[in-house]
C-alpha cells in the first residue's frame, strides 16, 4: 500500500495495520503515525476560514466570531493555533462593529461624519456587510 498519503507526515510509504470500526487502519512506515482512509468531514470552506481568521485580527473574540459567522469558536481558535496567527499586542485602538444590508450601507457613507476621525474598513458576511471602525482608547 504504498499510494496512500500520511495525513501528518505527507510521506506515501503506509502498510496495513489493523482494522477499526470495520474501516481498514493504516500505520505509517516514516513517522508510525496510524490513520485510515476515507474520513469524512463537515468540512468547512475556506472563505468562512478567512473571514473567521480576519475578524480575530480585527479584535472580535471567538464567541463573536461564532455568533456572525455560524462556526464553533473551537474551529476558529484551532486555525489561529494553525496558522500561527498573532493579533498585535498593546493596541491603542479599540474595534466596534456594525453588521449592515446594503441600503444600510449606503445610507451610513451618505453621511459624511460617519466617515470621519478612524479607520475603517468593510467586509462581506454572506448577503450582509460588516463595518469595523476603530477608535481610540481614552487615557
Not at 55 to 73: C, D, N
Amino acid at each position: 500500500m504504498a499510494t496512500l498519503k500520511c495525513p501528518k507526515c505527507d510521506a506515501v510509504d503506509a502498510v496495513r495495520n489493523g482494522i477499526v470500526n470495520q474501516r481498514q487502519r493504516f500505520r505509517c512506515k516514516k513517522c508510525s503515525y496510524n490513520f485510515t482512509v476515507g474520513k469524512v468531514g463537515k468540512g468547512i470552506s475556506t472563505y468562512y476560514v478567512i473571514k473567521a481568521l480576519q475578524l480575530y485580527i480585527e479584535g472580535v473574540s471567538f464567541r463573536e466570531i461564532e455568533r456572525l459567522l455560524g462556526i464553533s469558536h473551537v474551529s476558529v481558535m484551532n486555525w489561529v493555533r494553525k496558522y500561527q496567527i498573532k493579533i498585535p499586542e498593546n493596541n491603542t485602538y479599540h474595534p466596534t462593529y456594525k453588521i449592515l444590508n446594503h441600503r444600510e450601507l449606503v445610507e451610513f457613507y451618505s453621511d459624511r461624519k460617519n466617515t470621519e476621525g478612524a479607520g475603517m474598513i468593510v467586509t462581506e458576511l454572506g448577503d450582509k456587510f460588516m463595518l469595523i471602525k476603530w477608535e481610540r482608547f481614552k487615557e
